[in-house]
């Protein structure tokens, strides 16, 4: 009868170190062929999928993938869906065939912003979407249109005030005026015009508001759910193969340029890859990222266009719905994963001790020394998978664990005996006052805080804090426990942050400045508004090109973000080259103070501008709107009134500023 127990025990255990080792480690795929099929001809665009081939990533995961060029007569989407490719490269138009009853899924992101914009040429005074009116708009139905017309739409640009012209995808068009405008790629077409020094103007959808996703790894559902590991393989090696094609543009131009039968020259291939490295943000978004938030305002303009049902969602379009193991890749979760196998472990051991216990009574001892072992490695678990620590009264670090000396870049022995607020991104934290508030008050307290690590890295910590048990003999000390919730925030915030400058974008701008209106009505306090425009920018981008342009505005939103001091100063970039400063509360002294102090400031960076009419260098004009809600009936009418000022300090010469104020123009 023992025999027999003992044999069915161990057999037990081997199933289940079986199912632990299925679970923890990836299954080895066998060699498969599976085709990717791009949207368009070899170029850096897809340099990713080339690396991961070329360097053997696809190899490593048991997939010998076939990458196919564009079929011009079928899209990628077409193409996957009917079975005769794996897996495809589209952009944020899948959201729309979702939502259309199709069943694409996306596996990954590459181009966190869309390359997509509108080119015109300089000479024809086309600057703006509004300016299209009655002329001829080149691009693709059904392809180009969703973001294009998201744009017009912006400005008030209806479908029948301009007329369609199909895409030719050629360039002469244009140089020909067959049309006025054609879609084009920012990592592409622009290189083509400034090879033959044809001067261009570039209108891109950012600047209004609308940023949809660019290219997206993307699969068919019924495929995804019969080769779930496959694609996984798939999703892992594109993104390892891209991070080494952004880290190595000019050998991957080459390899291109030896291996694949490409139309483009060294150069245009390395200007391609400046540009799409700079939408991918590889250094502010892990590559492959996609967030369901966005997807959801990229749904709600394919419905305010009218090109999808109101009622219409895009559900099981995200990988990670399908997935046996669907979990983010974050490495908290992993660890939380490991944690609880490992604590089901421990409770198998316990459970089979005790049947052992219960057979042979005098194997107690044996038998308590194999928990107390396990109990130990579980400790270990938490030790290495947790952020925890237990703080004095006067929150010193008195003991802390691996996971947050990891998250911390520190070893234990340079936390211990510090405070936890060394650790703090700002000493003067509000949240960390409310937390030794609620402490004093209540004994525990739930918040976020921001930390640096030593390699000046700032963290954002989901924390709880509270008192030891009231058993233990440390009963004044408190545990902390926290998770880091960095890529959480950093997402968010690159949601309402301009791309280019980081200063807020227009939405955000917008929102805060409908708080701030709703504000004054109730309390009667001023508002300052300054909208800020650089003078002769577009003649600056003629000179010295879009990529200098760049470095400009950078350079000016750096100053303007420095005048907003306090934390309800708002600085942000409004549209092109145009800025807006919110100053709540601040008085007509203060308005102008600022103003001056901004307008010497980009004087003294002293930008070379050999095409200004004012200076030989970069300056600013500055239109200042001081008012409280008894001279404004709505937002829009602030910046009504600052844009007007905007418009005199203009006529009056550039390079200075104009005022309004209620109390003077009334």
């Known amino acids: 009868m023992v025999i027999a127990k003992t044999t069915r025990k161990h057999i037990v255990i081997k199933l289940f170190c079986t199912l632990f080792a299925l679970l ?3 299954p080895v795929l066998a060699n498969q062929h599976v085709v990717l099929q791009l949207k368009w001809k070899h170029q850096f665009q897809f340099a990713g999928f080339y690396a991961a081939q070329s360097q053997g990533y696809f190899a490593e995961e048991g997939l010998n993938v076939e990458i196919r060029e564009v079929d011009p007569k079928r899209t990628p989407l077409d193409i996957v869906l009917s079975g005769d490719a794996q897996y495809g490269i589209s952009d944020s138009s899948l959201v729309l065939a979702r939502m259309k009853g199709q069943k694409p899924v996306i596996l990954a992101t590459i181009f966190q912003h869309s390359p997509l914009i509108l080119l015109t040429l300089k000479s024809s005074n086309i600057i703006n979407p509004l300016a299209l009116k009655n002329k001829k708009v080149m691009y693709q139905r059904d392809v180009d249109d969703a973001v294009l017309r998201a744009m017009f739409t912006e400005v008030g640009l209806a479908p029948k005030d301009y007329q369609y012209i199909p895409q030719s995808f050629n360039n002469d068009d244009l140089i020909n005026n067959k049309i006025d405008a054609m879609s084009a790629y920012i990592t592409n077409q622009p290189f083509y015009f400034k090879e033959r020094n044809i001067p261009i103007n570039i209108m891109s959808p950012s600047n209004y508001g609308i940023d949809f996703y660019g290219d997206m790894i993307f699969v068919e559902e019924e495929y995804l759910k019969n080769n779930q590991q496959q694609a996984l393989a798939f999703r892992r090696a594109a993104i390892k193969g ?29 200007y391609e890859a400046k540009t799409a490295a700079h939408l991918i943000q590889a250094n502010i978004v892990d590559l492959g990222y996609f967030s369901t938030n966005r997807f959801l305002r990229i749904a709600d303009t394919y419905k305010r266009l009218g090109l999808v049902d109101p009622t219409a969602n895009f559900d099981g379009i995200n990988y990670q719905y399908y997935s046996n193991n669907s979990m983010p890749e974050k490495t908290w979760v992993k660890g ?9 472990l421990i409770a198998f051991i316990l459970w089979i001790n005790n049947l052992r216990l219960k057979e042979n009574i005098q194997d107690k001892t044996h038998k308590l020394q194999t928990v107390n072992q396990s109990m130990k490695h579980y400790l270990k678990v938490i030790d290495d998978y947790v952020n925890a620590c237990i703080l004095s009264p006067d929150l010193e670090f008195l003991e802390v664990s691996k996971a947050l000396c990891n998250t911390c870049s520190r070893t234990s022995s340079e936390l211990i005996g510090k405070r936890f607020d060394s650790l703090l991104d700002t000493p003067d934290c509000p949240n960390f006052r409310i937390m030794q508030q609620a402490l004093t008050e209540k004994n525990e307290w739930s918040g976020e805080l921001v930390i640096h690590n030593i390699k000046g890295k700032t963290l954002w910590l989901d924390v709880s804090i509270e008192k030891e048990d009231s058993n233990t003999d440390n009963k004044n000390n408190f545990v902390l426990i926290a998770v880091d919730i960095s890529d959480k925030k950093r997402i968010e915030q690159l949601s309402l942050t301009d791309s280019l400058t980081t200063l807020a974008n227009r939405r955000h701008f917008d929102s805060i400045l409908n708080n701030e209106f709703k504000r004054i009505q109730r309390n009667d306090s001023y508002i300052s508004l300054l909208m800020i425009d ?13 990529v ?20 309800q100063d708002l ?3 409004y549209g092109g080259e145009e800025f807006a400063l919110l100053i709540p509360e601040a008085n007509r002294a203060g308005a102008i103070a600022i103003a001056q102090a901004l307008l010497k400031k980009i004087e003294q960076l002293n930008i ?15 239109g200042i709107a001081v008012l409280t809600a008894k001279d404004a009936k709505t937002p829009s009418d602030i910046i009504k009134l600052a844009d007007q000022q905007l418009y005199k300090a203009k006529s009056a010469g550039r390079n200075c500023m104009s005022i309004y104020d209620e109390d003077f123009n009334s």
């Open 534 to 546: 650089v003078d002769h920018f577009k003649k600056f981008n003629d000179l010295y090109g879009h």
């Open 242 to 270: 891209w991070h080494y094609a952004i880290a190595n543009q000019e050998e991957m131009a080459d390899w291109i340029q030896e291996n694949l039968a490409t139309h483009k020259t060294k150069a245009h291939l390395q």
């Open 548 to 567: 200098e342009g760049d470095f400009c505005l950078q350079k000016i939103a750096t100053e303007i973000s420095s005048c907003a001091q306090r934390p």
């Open 608 to 622: 070379l501008h050999e095409s200004s009419e004012t200076s030989d260098h970069v300056t600013i004009s500055i």
């Open 24 to 26: 923890v480690f990836q």
């Open 571 to 573: 600085a942000a970039r």
């Open 336 to 344: 939380a994963v490991l944690v609880f196998l490992t604590l089901t």
